[in-house]
Protein backbone atom coordinates (compact mmCIF):
# COMPACT_ATOMS: atom_id res chain seq x y z
CA UNK A 1 0.00 0.00 0.00
CA UNK A 2 1.57 3.87 -0.88
CA UNK A 3 1.45 6.49 1.33
CA UNK A 4 -1.77 8.33 1.22
CA UNK A 5 -1.17 12.36 1.96
CA UNK A 6 -3.91 14.23 4.61
CA UNK A 7 -3.78 17.31 6.39
CA UNK A 8 -4.14 17.34 10.57
CA UNK A 9 -5.16 20.98 11.91
CA UNK A 10 -3.82 21.57 15.50
CA UNK A 11 -6.25 20.00 18.48
CA UNK A 12 -7.86 18.73 15.88
CA UNK A 13 -9.87 15.34 16.58
CA UNK A 14 -9.51 12.82 13.74
CA UNK A 15 -12.18 11.50 11.96
CA UNK A 16 -12.10 7.72 11.51
CA UNK A 17 -11.18 7.80 8.17
CA UNK A 18 -8.36 10.15 9.07
CA UNK A 19 -6.89 7.71 11.76
CA UNK A 20 -7.32 4.22 9.21
CA UNK A 21 -5.28 6.44 6.79
CA UNK A 22 -2.35 7.25 9.60
CA UNK A 23 -2.75 3.20 10.66
CA UNK A 24 -2.65 2.75 7.20
CA UNK A 25 0.79 4.61 6.41
CA UNK A 26 1.84 3.20 9.74
CA UNK A 27 1.61 -0.01 8.30
CA UNK A 28 3.19 0.58 4.82
CA UNK A 29 5.98 2.18 6.10
CA UNK A 30 6.49 0.44 9.51
CA UNK A 31 7.36 3.26 11.78
CA UNK A 32 5.64 5.94 10.05
CA UNK A 33 8.35 8.09 8.84
CA UNK A 34 8.01 6.97 5.33
CA UNK A 35 10.78 5.15 4.77
CA UNK A 36 10.08 1.13 4.20
CA UNK A 37 11.28 -1.41 5.90
CA UNK A 38 14.52 -2.36 3.86
CA UNK A 39 14.76 0.56 1.49
CA UNK A 40 18.44 2.37 2.83
CA UNK A 41 20.84 -0.01 2.30
CA UNK A 42 24.64 0.62 2.18
CA UNK A 43 24.92 1.78 -1.76
CA UNK A 44 22.22 4.81 -0.81
CA UNK A 45 24.42 5.69 1.90
CA UNK A 46 27.32 5.64 0.05
CA UNK A 47 26.03 8.25 -2.86
CA UNK A 48 26.96 10.99 -0.34
CA UNK A 49 30.45 10.21 0.29
CA UNK A 50 31.63 9.45 -3.67
CA UNK A 51 32.55 6.09 -4.20
CA UNK A 52 33.35 4.82 -0.88
CA UNK A 53 30.84 2.23 1.09
CA UNK A 54 30.67 2.08 4.35
CA UNK A 55 31.78 -1.33 4.17
CA UNK A 56 35.91 -1.81 4.28
CA UNK A 57 37.46 -4.07 2.09
CA UNK A 58 40.92 -3.71 2.92
CA UNK A 59 41.84 -4.18 6.93
CA UNK A 60 44.08 -6.42 8.73
CA UNK A 61 44.95 -7.70 11.95
CA UNK A 62 48.79 -9.76 12.41
CA UNK A 63 50.67 -10.89 15.35
CA UNK A 64 54.01 -13.02 15.30
CA UNK A 65 54.43 -16.46 17.34
CA UNK A 66 56.36 -15.97 20.40
CA UNK A 67 60.22 -16.34 19.69
CA UNK A 68 63.62 -14.51 19.19
CA UNK A 69 63.90 -11.46 17.07
CA UNK A 70 67.46 -9.95 16.25
CA UNK A 71 67.98 -6.29 16.26
CA UNK A 72 67.60 -4.41 12.36
CA UNK A 73 65.31 -6.78 11.35
CA UNK A 74 61.98 -7.27 9.87
CA UNK A 75 59.20 -8.66 12.72
CA UNK A 76 57.86 -11.59 11.26
CA UNK A 77 54.25 -11.71 11.84
CA UNK A 78 53.34 -14.93 11.25
CA UNK A 79 49.66 -14.89 11.83
CA UNK A 80 46.27 -13.23 11.10
CA UNK A 81 43.51 -12.60 13.04
CA UNK A 82 41.74 -11.31 10.03
CA UNK A 83 42.53 -9.84 6.33
CA UNK A 84 39.34 -9.02 4.84
CA UNK A 85 41.26 -7.97 1.13
CA UNK A 86 44.44 -10.77 1.10
CA UNK A 87 46.78 -7.95 1.07
CA UNK A 88 48.80 -9.35 4.12
CA UNK A 89 51.73 -11.98 3.36
CA UNK A 90 52.74 -14.06 6.55
CA UNK A 91 55.31 -15.49 4.87
CA UNK A 92 57.17 -12.20 4.04
CA UNK A 93 55.53 -9.87 6.84
CA UNK A 94 54.76 -7.42 4.18
CA UNK A 95 51.03 -5.63 3.59
CA UNK A 96 50.61 -4.63 0.10
CA UNK A 97 47.77 -1.44 -0.68
CA UNK A 98 45.50 -2.59 -2.81
CA UNK A 99 44.50 0.54 -4.39
CA UNK A 100 46.11 3.72 -3.98
CA UNK A 101 44.34 5.96 -0.59
CA UNK A 102 45.52 7.42 2.68
CA UNK A 103 46.03 4.60 5.18
CA UNK A 104 46.32 3.95 9.40
CA UNK A 105 48.90 1.45 10.74
CA UNK A 106 49.46 0.67 14.19
CA UNK A 107 52.12 -2.03 15.93
CA UNK A 108 52.27 -2.77 18.82
CA UNK A 109 55.54 -4.45 20.28
CA UNK A 110 56.43 -6.36 23.59
CA UNK A 111 59.87 -7.87 23.99
CA UNK A 112 62.23 -9.18 26.92
CA UNK A 113 65.39 -7.97 27.22
CA UNK A 114 68.99 -8.11 29.07
CA UNK A 115 71.32 -5.66 30.23
CA UNK A 116 71.11 -2.23 28.80
CA UNK A 117 69.48 -1.72 25.73
CA UNK A 118 67.64 0.68 23.38
CA UNK A 119 64.14 -0.22 21.48
CA UNK A 120 61.99 1.30 19.19
CA UNK A 121 60.83 -0.21 15.61
CA UNK A 122 60.02 1.62 12.16
CA UNK A 123 57.17 2.03 9.64
CA UNK A 124 58.97 1.09 6.11
CA UNK A 125 57.12 2.26 3.62
CA UNK A 126 58.77 0.23 0.34
CA UNK A 127 61.88 -0.85 1.96
CA UNK A 128 62.77 2.37 3.37
CA UNK A 129 61.61 3.82 6.87
CA UNK A 130 58.84 6.18 7.01
CA UNK A 131 57.71 6.75 10.96
CA UNK A 132 59.28 5.62 14.14
CA UNK A 133 57.95 4.74 17.49
CA UNK A 134 59.24 6.12 20.52
CA UNK A 135 62.57 5.52 22.20
CA UNK A 136 63.02 3.23 25.07
CA UNK A 137 66.22 3.09 27.00
CA UNK A 138 66.35 0.03 30.18
CA UNK A 139 69.78 -0.66 32.07
CA UNK A 140 68.72 -3.73 33.69
CA UNK A 141 66.63 -6.71 32.52
CA UNK A 142 63.54 -7.34 32.11
CA UNK A 143 60.81 -6.45 29.20
CA UNK A 144 59.15 -3.20 27.04
CA UNK A 145 56.40 -2.44 25.18
CA UNK A 146 56.54 0.23 21.82
CA UNK A 147 53.51 1.11 20.09
CA UNK A 148 52.71 3.63 17.45
CA UNK A 149 50.82 4.33 14.60
CA UNK A 150 51.00 6.01 10.96
CA UNK A 151 49.05 7.53 8.84
CA UNK A 152 50.09 6.95 5.04
CA UNK A 153 49.33 7.84 1.31
CA UNK A 154 50.30 5.15 -0.29
CA UNK A 155 49.64 4.10 -3.99
CA UNK A 156 48.86 0.97 -5.51
CA UNK A 157 51.08 -2.27 -5.15
CA UNK A 158 52.95 0.10 -1.75
CA UNK A 159 54.21 -2.46 0.56
CA UNK A 160 54.60 -1.51 4.44
CA UNK A 161 56.37 -3.63 7.02
CA UNK A 162 57.57 -3.44 10.47
CA UNK A 163 61.05 -3.13 11.22
CA UNK A 164 62.93 -3.40 14.70
CA UNK A 165 65.92 -1.80 16.05
CA UNK A 166 67.86 -2.32 19.01
CA UNK A 167 70.98 -2.04 20.48
CA UNK A 168 73.04 -1.53 23.11
CA UNK A 169 74.93 -3.82 25.42
CA UNK A 170 72.27 -6.21 26.72
CA UNK A 171 70.80 -8.88 24.51
CA UNK A 172 67.77 -8.85 23.17
CA UNK A 173 65.50 -11.59 24.03
CA UNK A 174 62.17 -12.97 22.77
CA UNK A 175 59.68 -11.25 21.03
CA UNK A 176 55.98 -12.15 22.89
CA UNK A 177 53.71 -13.62 20.34
CA UNK A 178 49.73 -13.72 20.67
CA UNK A 179 47.10 -11.41 19.78
CA UNK A 180 47.25 -9.17 22.74
CA UNK A 181 50.76 -8.62 23.33
CA UNK A 182 52.49 -7.72 19.70
CA UNK A 183 50.45 -7.10 16.80
CA UNK A 184 50.32 -5.07 13.40
CA UNK A 185 47.19 -3.53 11.83
CA UNK A 186 45.99 -1.19 9.33
CA UNK A 187 43.14 -0.45 7.11
CA UNK A 188 42.28 1.56 4.57
CA UNK A 189 40.87 5.76 5.36
CA UNK A 190 39.60 6.58 1.97
CA UNK A 191 40.38 6.53 -1.50
CA UNK A 192 42.32 9.22 -3.59
Not at 85 to 102: D, L, M
Not at 162 to 181: A, D, E, N, R
Request: charged share 10%; glycine share 14%; with cysteine.
Amino acid sequence: MAYSADTFVADEQPTTAKWNKLWANDAAFNDGTGIAAGAITNSHLATGIGSQKLSNPYKFFAYPTSGSVSASTQVPFQNELFDTGSNFSTSTYVFTAPVAGYYQFGCNLQMAYGGAQYNQFQFRKNGSAFAQSGFAYYSGAGSWSANGTAFLLLAQNDTIDIYYQGGGTGTVGGLSGGVYLSFFSGYIVSTT
